[in-house]
C-alpha cells in the first residue's frame, strides 16, 4: 500500500485533529519531510530552479530514508500568496513541482506564512477540497502521531505565528512582527495551544510549527512575540522541538532542552548570520546557507528511542544529524 492509504486522517471539531498511523512497520517510526519558504515566484516558469532541485531531492529522501508526509513550514507562494481556491499558482508552483515518485502519494500538511497572508489565506484552507494532497484544515490544528509497534504516540502542533504576531516583509522594510492584527484571535490560538501542550503530556514527542522562528541567528533573527508568548510554553511543557521557516537557510538551535529547527531553505538561500549575538551563546550548533547551495530541507524520523532531525541539501548530501531524547 502507498504512504497516503497507510494514513489514517481523523478529522474532528473546527480545530482539525488528525491522526496519523505510519505503516513502515520495517522501520517502526513515524518519519516526515519538513520545508519552508519553498513558495516559487509569481512570474512563469512560477517555480525557482532552487525549488525544482529541493523537490526532487525531496522525492528521492522519501524513497531512500522513508516519509509518511511533508509539513509545509509556510511561504507556500510568493510573493503574495492566491488569489482564490482556483488561482493557477497551485498547479504551477505546487502540483508540477512536486512530482517525484517518492512525492506522489504523501499527503502535505500546510500552515500559512507572512507572504500567504499578503494574499488570500481562506483560498489556500479552500485548495484542500480540490487536491487529495493539501491537508490545510484550519489556521492552526494538532495531528496525533501513532509510533508504529508501540502504544506510543507523538503530537505536533501547526500555528499561525502570524495570526499570533502580526505581519512582516521578508524582503525590504518590513521589519519584524508589529503584533497581531486582531488580538482576540491570537489570545483564542494561543490559549488553544495550553490546552493541546497539557494534553500531550503523556505523548512521547511533541513538536511545535510555526513559520517565524523563535530562535535564529539569520537575517530575521529571534522573533520578540514568540520569545514573550511561545518559549515559556515550549520550555514548561518540555516540547522535543519547534520547527520553522521564514529565515531562508538550514539552522539547528538547542536552548533549555528544546531543539530549534530552521528550515527555510526550500527557494531562496541566505548567509547573513547577523542575529549571531542574539541568541544564547552556545545554542547555535548547524548553520548553512551557502548562496550556491541547491536548497535543501529536513527530514524528522520519530522512533521509539529518539526523534532524529536530519538536515538534507537538495544535492543529496548530509549536513548535520541530530538525535533528540523522548520526554
Not at 46 to 64: D, I, K, L, W, Y
Not at 286 to 313: I, K, M, N, Q, W
Amino acid at each position: 500500500p502507498s504512504p497516503w492509504q497507510m494514513l489514517v486522517l481523523l478529522w474532528v471539531t473546527t480545530v482539525t485533529m488528525v491522526t496519523v498511523a505510519s505503516g513502515g512497520v520495517p522501520e517502526r517510526a513515524v518519519q516526515f519531510l519538513a520545508v519552508g519558504d519553498w513558495g516559487g515566484v509569481p512570474d512563469p516558469p512560477f517555480a525557482t530552479p532552487r525549488e525544482v532541485a529541493t523537490a526532487a531531492a525531496m522525492g528521492r529522501a522519501a524513497t531512500s530514508l522513508g516519509a509518511d508526509f511533508v509539513l509545509a513550514l509556510g511561504d507556500n507562494f510568493y510573493y503574495h500568496g492566491v488569489q482564490d481556491e482556483w488561482d493557477p499558482r497551485f498547479q504551477d508552483t505546487f502540483e508540477r513541482v512536486f512530482v517525484a515518485p517518492g512525492l506522489r502519494g504523501l499527503p502535505w500538511f500546510v500552515m500559512a506564512g507572512n507572504h500567504d497572508h499578503a494574499g488570500n489565506v481562506t483560498a489556500q484552507l479552500a485548495y484542500s477540497h480540490h487536491s487529495p494532497r493539501w491537508h490545510f484544515p484550519h489556521h492552526y490544528y494538532s495531528l496525533r502521531l501513532s509510533l508504529p509497534g508501540t502504544n506510543a504516540s507523538a503530537r505536533l502542533l501547526v500555528l499561525d505565528t502570524v495570526l499570533l504576531c502580526g505581519g512582516g516583509d521578508d524582503f525590504g522594510a518590513g521589519g519584524p512582527p508589529q503584533g497581531p492584527r486582531d488580538a482576540q484571535a491570537a489570545a483564542a490560538q494561543l490559549a488553544w495551544l495550553q490546552g493541546r501542550l497539557v494534553a500531550a503530556r503523556r505523548d512521547r514527542y511533541v513538536l511545535v510549527a510555526g513559520h517565524y522562528p523563535v530562535w535564529s541567528v539569520a537575517e530575521h533573527g529571534p522573533t520578540g512575540c514568540l520569545l514573550r508568548l511561545l518559549r515559556p510554553l515550549l520550555r514548561r511543557h518540555r516540547v522535543t522541538a519547534y520547527l520553522c521557516g521564514h529565515d531562508h537557510n538550514l539552522q539547528f538551535l538547542e536552548e533549555g532542552g528544546v531543539g530549534y529547527v530552521v528550515s527555510g531553505a526550500g527557494n531562496f538561500m541566505e548567509e547573513s548570520q547577523q542575529h549571531g549575538g542574539a541568541v544564547p551563546p552556545g545554542s547555535l550548533r548547524f548553520f548553512f546557507g551557502a548562496p550556491a547551495s541547491p536548497g535543501g530541507f529536513a527530514h524528522v524520523r520519530l522512533d521509539p528511542h529518539a526523534a532524529t532531525v536530519t538536515f538534507l541539501e537538495a544535492t543529496g548530501r548530509v549536513l548535520y544529524r541530530v538525535a533528540l531524547p523522548p520526554r
